[in-house]
């Protein structure tokens, strides 16, 4: 495994539960672009199954997050093989399997993906900075975790995403965006906050 297969496994996720509406409701708090960076990208929501269909393409995979098609297809390989993701019987299309993601990320990335903040820049919010958890739990400290990126509206700790293309996919998804901001709690948070955001990434996936 590699950590863009991270990134194409939770984005995978998105667009079940967009196709699923999952996230219509407002129930969570997904983004507040405006306060977040400067407006560079369009987000990408897909609503019809035709639409959908063609976002689950290996070109519209690389569209929506950055990675090229062949490590895309590379990557959907790579997972189906170790069994974190598959592909349906009828439509063929890649599907995550979330409950071993979910066991991965609670047990394996702090530690195969560790994060090291490093230099204060300017960037995107993450982990308990970002809109899925601000506000929620938060260790003391001067500075917030973000993302380098230079559309950012916020200063703080450069903390490395999973794949350099992160920044670019998230502002083309919201759900996408709460979703890798949650697997950088995990990765950066101690027990206690680690707990709290495996706790919150559970209930995002049981939608």
């Known amino acids: 495994m ?5 990134v194409i496994l939770f984005k995978l996720v998105s667009l079940e539960q967009q196709k699923k509406g999952s996230f219509n409701s407002g129930r969570f708090k997904l983004l507040a672009e405006s ?38 297809n590379a990557s959907i390989k790579r997972s189906i093989s170790v069994g974190m993701a598959k592909l349906d019987r009828k439509s ?6 979330v409950r071993a993601l979910l066991e991965f990320v609670s047990h394996g990335i702090k530690y195969v993906y560790p994060a090291n903040p490093s230099a204060i820049v300017r960037g995107i919010p993450t982990s308990f900075a970002a809109p899925v958890l601000e506000g929620k739990l938060m260790t003391a400290g001067e500075f917030i975790y973000v993302w380098p990126d230079a559309h950012g509206k916020k200063m703080g700790q450069s903390v490395e995403p999973l794949y350099k ?24 948070g101690a027990g206690r906050e680690r707990a709290f955001a495996i706790k919150e990434l559970k209930r995002w996936l049981e939608a």
């Open 165 to 188: 293309t992160v920044p670019l996919a998230v502002k083309k998804d919201p759900i996408l965006y709460g979703y890798l901001a949650l697997v950088d709690a995990i990765r950066i």
């Open 35 to 72: 306060e977040v960076w400067s407006i560079e990208e369009s987000q990408v929501i897909y609503n019809g199954e035709n639409m959908l269909n063609e976002a689950y393409s290996n070109r519209g995979l690389e569209s929506s997050t950055g990675i090229s098609k062949s490590e895309v």
């Open 92 to 97: 063929k299309i890649p599907k995550t399997n």
């Open 2 to 6: 590699k950590s863009q297969d991270i």
